[in-house]
């Protein structure tokens, strides 16, 4: 079964920095591409960043990039999206997918950035 | 950057109706379309991948169609489990963009 575990996400100060981690278990995490999405609350889904399966190839949404870093170690089966000079409008639940199309998502850990 | 509108914002309709949810892309995006459902406290579930391909495990109440800018997510047979969100998306360049989604309410 396809798994996919967030973890890393919390409260912050703005202009602070996060890493998120996404754990990944049920397939060979080292063929597919990665993705990480977010919701802002009640609000609809941004795609913020992606990753190939060798990470010879990474894109950003223009929000979030050179602040936020997608990375990946496929020896730990683990996606990671490491935030810096974190705002308040990155505020949201945010999700792993997997592949394109995104067939498998996590459950999402929530970052809120408040002083 | 590619936008995606989609329409209505909020759908309401009666269980068994034939509901069809619409989007469109600012430009052409080559069937690049998927479709997602997120119910309320959920992640979203991939229903329909490249305009007209139904996931697995999907019911087959649920169809995709279009072409160019144009795509549209049929229901056929609404039913109450069906109340959800749901996003269209292209990934046809980058950066990959999602529409607004249209809330789906049972009357």
């Known amino acids: 079964e396809v798994q996919l575990v967030e973890s890393g996400g919390g409260l912050v100060q703005p202009g602070r920095s996060l890493k998120l981690s996404c754990l990944a278990s049920?397939?060979?995490?080292?063929?597919?591409?990665m993705n990480w999405i977010r919701q802002a609350p009640g609000k609809g889904l941004e795609w913020v960043a992606s990753?190939?399966?060798?990470?010879?190839?990474?894109y950003y949404a223009d929000t979030v990039k050179g602040r936020f870093t997608i990375s990946r170690d496929n020896a730990k089966n683990t996606l990671y999206l490491q935030m810096t000079s974190l705002r308040s409008e990155d505020t949201a639940l945010y999700y792993c997918?997997?592949?394109?199309?995104?067939?498998?998502w996590g459950q999402g850990t929530l970052v809120t950035v408040s002083s | 950057d590619i936008q995606m509108t989609q329409s209505p914002s909020v759908l309401s309709a009666s269980v068994g109706d034939r509901v069809t949810l619409n989007c469109k892309a600012s430009?052409?995006?080559?069937?690049?379309l998927n479709w997602y459902q997120q119910k309320l406290g959920e992640a979203p579930k991939l229903l329909i991948y490249?305009?007209?391909n139904l996931q697995t495990g999907i019911p087959s109440r649920f169809s995709g169609s279009g072409s160019g800018t144009d795509y549209t997510l049929t229901i056929s047979s609404l039913q109450p489990e069906d109340v959800a969100t749901y996003f269209c998306?292209?990934?046809?360049?980058?950066?990959?963009?999602f529409g607004s989604g249209t809330k789906l309410e049972i009357k």
């Open positions: 049920g397939f060979t995490f080292s063929n597919y591409g």
């Open positions: 490249n305009t007209n």
């Open positions: 430009q052409n995006i080559n069937k690049y």
């Open positions: 997918a997997r592949g394109t199309p995104f067939a498998y």
């Open positions: 998306f292209q990934h046809n360049s980058w950066p990959l963009t």
């Open positions: 990753i190939s399966s060798s990470s010879s190839y990474i």
